[in-house]
């Protein structure tokens, strides 16, 4: 029977011999042993299970630990992270002395508890904690276990386990996030709390600070709104010569939750598992925002997520090299106006920060019984000292912190009540005041100015409404047997609607002529585009691009009012797009402003469920094979319409979702590698060209030409260099940076474009998957691989996916690439 659960069948979600054999045991003792595909151990209750699994769509075997009464399998703690077994020939054992080892093909070890000393009786136990604990048989108590699980967490926080230090076993327990899904070995991601002399929680990348909780107040972690104690869970904080750790706890035993070190988004996800939607829903992450990552505003920076820029300079500082900080590059930091005299004990006196993060505790001293007052002596009295606050404000305040030298990594935080005191001469304190009046009369020509421009925009749309009203276009065309709802418009309604083509009308050129804008004698504004003679198209092929377009209808694409043809001319009658296209904003510096991250993601969101519709919802199956920002077009909320189907092609049921051509056509930054290189299109190009939209709305920079600037490197390799880093943030305009609340939201997206962009169409979503993934909170996105199109020399022969009969073909390719509008 064992040799039945041997087969390994490569699935995309885990995969598990979730097998129960002869014994559904809790414990194994010397004479027993685990095998893979033969037992696993289930805690009492049911609550978590041991056993053998193959993680993401690898076939390696690991030893782990997961809920048992979870549908979704979520491990939360594996034994041999990064020795695998290849096969199914793993065996947990237990020998007479307590040594618990992880076999491989009955000899080698790939994972042992090391030895724990001489034992009588042991047994090995897995506890409804989640806690795999070897201890002697007769004795339960949790002060005397050999080994447990807990000590050595893997990427799960789970209530009972003790994040941080046992500093008489000098044990530091502490997260590590998995390289990837498909990986459990150790990534670079780290969950860490130093004991400090005022400890506090760090998330690391490799050795480098990425994200600080900030110390533990006694009410929490001072610079985290979320992990609070509270009524139905909290935190245990412990600090003493013997031990400093944190747990955490739940109070509803109903209610399943984790703390999880993400790898794909290099965020700390406190997760809670619901019942009712059958997946676990984010709780809180950090960071959370852009201000979270660590030092952004450098030294004795403040860094204040709602203002513009979000970098200021704590009172009394200033920047230390302002042509870099009024540039946005911040990690220089602030220095003093004037440094504090530490002369005499009337010179210097003290700031009081209210609402602040305090600063990194590297460089503090602490003690816990000193009063407000005792404490400003005591950082008066040494010249390094630079602040000083409560050690604990829970109730009327205790103990005394003080800080030396630079003040790192501050920000605003509204849930913090620990007032901080920044060392100031006393001839500062005075001209301090006098500033922040001035701060406030700017606020307020910032409000006038904020209000005069609401009032501007107010004043178009009003004036904008006025002009919708019905356009009335006859006779219709139509042969007969095929009855089309569009209309056929007179020439002469056009000359003149265009007043005469004038070249103060025309809007711009799109890829088979240019468009100009009209207004027929009702009113109604529309934008007409006329096909140029020369672009090849003959009328049936017009007549039945028309018919074509006008049989789709959906909010983001753009509506057709009408055609007209007349000897040589054909023309297309669009509604008229008020903002024009997406080009003129994104990549425009002043415009750019104006689209704050909410109607970027709508945009973004936008343009899928149009492109969705072409490729799966229309009667006709769509592939754009156009799609770029200057033909994303935007009505006067801002809401945006794919348009310019002049290359658009229909393919036709599922068994046939791609196609060729020798013909290449479309616009250079925008075209996925297959159908630039070999000519061949399918829904999944339009994927790639929507990805590579994404990353431009996301950061501002045009992906065409991008390269030229850059080494060789495209606007994909940027992307996923930044990510890959875990600076992701950095991909994102800056004049969004300041602004956005949603940070989880923008990663999202980046990680979205990135998977949209695969080298392989196989790899790349197709657009329903990415409507659900835009619009879900969905925890566990694909983990995007390297992507194509990295640098701009890489040419097809890297192309691995493509099939080699085709290749060959290449040559004779005509490659036309048309100027963006
Ligand atoms: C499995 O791993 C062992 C030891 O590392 C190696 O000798 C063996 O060739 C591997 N087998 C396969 C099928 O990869
Ligand atoms: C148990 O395993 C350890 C490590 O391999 C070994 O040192 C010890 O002698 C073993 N005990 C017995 C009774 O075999
Ligand atoms: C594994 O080792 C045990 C004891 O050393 C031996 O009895 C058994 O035959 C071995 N099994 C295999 C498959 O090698
Ligand atoms: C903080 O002060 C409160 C009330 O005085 C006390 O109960 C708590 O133990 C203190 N916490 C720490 C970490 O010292
Ligand atoms: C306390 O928990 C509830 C429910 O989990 C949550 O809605 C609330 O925001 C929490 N309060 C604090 C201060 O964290
Ligand atoms: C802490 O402060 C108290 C009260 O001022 C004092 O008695 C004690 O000696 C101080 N402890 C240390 C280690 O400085
Ligand atoms: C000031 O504090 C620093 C850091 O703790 C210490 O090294 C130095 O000796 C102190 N100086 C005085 C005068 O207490």
């Known amino acids: 029977m064992a040799i039945f659960f041997s087969m390994f069948i490569p699935t995309t979600i885990f995969l598990f011999s979730l097998f129960v054999f002869s014994f559904a045991s809790d414990s194994i003792s010397p004479i027993q042993s685990i095998g893979d595909g033969a037992g696993t151990l289930v805690s009492r209750e049911g609550r978590f299970e041991l056993g053998f699994f193959s993680p993401g769509n690898t076939m390696n075997r690991y030893l782990g630990i997961w809920y048992k009464n979870i549908p979704v399998i979520t491990v939360v703690w594996v034994a041999n992270r990064c020795n695998p077994i290849n096969d199914s020939s793993g065996v947990l054992m237990l020998n007479s002395t307590g040594n618990v080892m992880l076999l491989y093909q009955n000899t080698s070890v790939v994972w042992s508890t090391g030895l724990v000393g001489q034992a009588e009786k042991p047994i090995l136990q897995l506890l409804d904690s989640g806690n795999l604990v070897l201890r002697e048989e007769k004795d339960a108590n949790s002060e005397t276990y050999l080994w447990q699980s807990f000590d050595y967490p893997s990427d799960t926080l789970i209530p009972g386990i003790k994040l941080g230090w046992d500093l008489k076993k000098g044990l530091n327990r502490h997260l590590t996030a998995w390289k990837n899904t498909d990986d459990p070995c150790p990534g670079d991601l780290s969950y860490e709390l130093e004991p400090y002399a005022y400890p506090e929680v760090y998330i690391r990348k490799g050795t480098k600070k990425y994200y600080r909780s900030g110390p533990w107040n006694g009410l929490g972690f001072a610079g985290s709104q979320q992990l609070r104690s509270n009524s139905s869970d909290g935190i245990n904080f412990v600090n003493n010569d013997e031990e400093v750790y944190y747990t955490y706890y739940v109070t509803d035993k109903s209610v399943t939750s984790r703390l999880f070190l993400n790898p794909a988004t290099s965020t700390r996800q406190r997760l809670t598992w619901s019942e009712e939607e059958r997946s676990w829903s984010i709780l809180s992450s950090a960071p959370t925002d852009y201000c979270g990552n660590y030092g952004l505003c450098g030294a004795n920076g403040n860094c204040v997520i709602t ?248 909010r983001n694409l753009v509506k057709i009012l009408g055609c007209c043809i007349k000897g040589e001319e054909k023309m297309l009658i669009y509604e008229y797009m008020p903002n024009k296209s997406l080009d003129f904003f994104i990549f425009d510096h002043k415009k750019r402003e104006l689209l704050e991250w909410p109607t970027r993601f709508k945009i973004i969101n936008g343009i899928a469920r149009g492109l969705l519709y072409l490729h799966q919802d229309s009667r006709l199956r769509i592939i754009h094979r156009d799609l770029k920002a200057s033909n994303i077009l935007l009505d006067f909320e801002m809401n945006p319409k794919i348009s310019d189907f002049g290359l658009a092609r229909t393919v036709g049921g599922d068994d046939q979702l791609e196609g060729k051509t020798k013909r290449v056509i479309g616009t250079y930054g925008y075209m996925a590698p297959e159908y630039a290189f070999n000519g061949r299109f399918s829904i999944k190009s339009d994927v790639f060209s929507f990805g590579i939209l994404v990353l431009e709305i996301l950061s501002g920079i045009k992906s065409r030409g991008f390269h030229q600037e850059n080494q060789g490197l495209t606007l994909i390799g940027h992307a996923w260099n930044l990510m890959k880093e875990g600076r992701a943030f950095e991909l994102v305009d800056a004049c969004l940076r300041d602004s956005h609340q949603n940070l989880q939201e923008v990663l999202r997206c980046i990680h979205i474009g990135l998977l949209c962009v695969q080298q392989c169409p196989a790899d790349r979503p197709n657009m329903s998957s990415v409507v659900v993934m835009l619009s879900s909170e969905q925890t566990n996105l694909p983990e995007p691989k390297p992507p194509g199109y990295f640098m701009e020399t890489n040419s097809p022969e890297g192309d691995h996916c493509m099939r080699n009969a085709e290749s060959s073909s290449t040559n004779k390719l005509t490659i036309t690439v048309l100027k963006a509008r």
Request: contains cysteine; proline residues 4%; glycine residues 8%.
């Open 307 to 554: 203002d513009k820029p979000i970098c200021q300079c704590l009172k009394g500082f200033k920047p230390k090299s302002q042509e870099k900080w009024s540039s946005m590059e911040w990690s220089d930091g602030c220095v003093r106006d004037k440094p504090p005299s530490c002369q005499g004990k009337d010179m210097d006196g003290f700031v009081k920060f209210e609402h602040l993060k305090p600063p990194d505790t590297t460089h503090t001293w602490v003690n816990k019984s000193m009063n407000l007052k005792e404490c400003r002596a005591k950082c008066l009295s040494n010249c390094s000292c630079t602040a000083y606050s409560n050690f604990n404000i829970s109730g009327e305040g205790s103990g005394c912190v003080i800080w030396f030298g630079d003040l790192i990594d501050i920000r605003q935080v509204q849930a913090n009540e620990q007032d901080l005191y920044v060392r100031t001469p006393t001839s500062e304190l005075a001209k301090s005041n006098l500033k922040v009046r001035a701060a406030i009369g700017a606020v307020i020509a910032g409000v006038v100015l904020v209000s005069l421009l609401v009032g501007f925009y107010i004043c178009r749309r009003a004036s904008k409404e006025k002009t919708e009203r019905n356009l009335v276009l006859s006779p219709k065309v139509g042969g007969g047997k095929e009855d089309l709802e569009l209309p056929l418009v007179n020439l002469s309604t056009i000359t003149s609607a265009t007043q005469n083509f004038s070249i103060d009308n025309k809007l711009g050129e799109g890829g088979f002529g240019p468009v100009y804008r009209g207004r027929l004698k009702d009113g109604q504004e529309i934008a007409v585009k006329r096909l140029s003679r020369i672009s090849g198209q003959g009328v049936d092929e017009f007549k039945n691009e028309v018919i074509l377009i006008a049989k789709l209808q959906h």
